[in-house]
C-alpha cells in the first residue's frame, strides 16, 4: 500500500521561500509519476507540478513556471517542491499524489496525501 506523507509547509511573507517534501513509503513502481495539487478554501484542487521517477520528466502550471521546481531523490522515495517568489494566491494546502500517468488531471492520481499548509502573507 502507497503511503505519502508531505511536510515542509509554514506561513511565508510574500517573496520569500518554502520547500515542500513527500516521501513514498511502499513504492509501487508502476506509479511512475508524482505530482503536486493544491487546492484554496472555497476553490477546487488544481494541478501544480508533476515528475517522473523514471528519467525526471517534468510539467508545471503555468501560474508557477519559473517559481517553483520538482526534483525527486530516487534513493530516498521523496519528491520535493522549491517554491520562490511566493505570492499570497498561492496560498493552499498543498497536496501530493501518485500515478501511472503524467498528466494535470487530478482524477489520473490515485494515491494522495494528507496534505499540507502553505500560507502566504502579504
Known amino acids: 500500500q502507497v503511503q505519502l506523507v508531505e511536510s515542509g509547509g509554514g506561513l511565508v511573507q510574500a517573496g520569500g521561500s518554502l520547500r515542500l517534501s513527500c516521501a513514498a513509503s511502499?513504492?509501487?513502481?508502476?506509479?511512475?509519476?508524482m505530482g503536486w495539487f493544491r487546492q484554496a478554501p472555497g476553490k477546487e484542487r488544481e494541478f501544480v507540478a508533476a515528475?517522473?521517477?523514471?528519467?525526471?520528466?517534468?510539467a508545471y502550471a503555468d501560474s508557477v513556471k519559473g517559481r517553483f521546481t520538482i526534483s525527486r531523490d530516487n534513493a530516498r522515495n521523496t519528491v520535493y517542491l522549491q517554491m520562490n517568489s511566493l505570492k499570497p494566491e498561492d496560498t493552499a494546502v498543498y497536496y501530493c499524489?501518485?500515478?501511472?500517468?503524467?498528466?494535470?488531471?487530478?482524477?489520473?492520481?490515485?494515491?494522495w496525501g494528507q496534505g499540507t499548509q502553505v500560507s502566504v502573507s502579504s
Open positions: 499524489a501518485a500515478s501511472p500517468i503524467l498528466g494535470r488531471v487530478a482524477a489520473l492520481y490515485g494515491y
Open positions: 511502499g513504492r509501487d513502481r508502476r506509479l511512475d509519476v
Open positions: 515528475i517522473r521517477w523514471s528519467g525526471g520528466t517534468t
